[in-house]
């Protein structure tokens, strides 16, 4: 019925653009710093954390994305079932 409120499909572009955000920001603080940390504890950092982080984090967006998409199908399908049994 009219009255009945809709739930809001989460806004999953808004987390991913400020995970995408964060990302460069941490990349841009890292050049900085390893500008003038250079010994065997900024390799093995650099190797070990910030190097797998990059094929994580895409696989993290495309997921986001995904589930993104599926979420808004879900949604459409929904509105399309609710103004069917209206008619």
Partial sequence: SAGVMRMQIADLSTSR????QAARELREKWL????TWRDENSRQFAEQVLEPMGPQLSLLWAAIQALEETLHQAEQDLLDEESMTRE
């Fill in 32 to 35: 900085d710093t390893s500008a």
């Fill in 17 to 20: 653009s400020m995970l995408v």
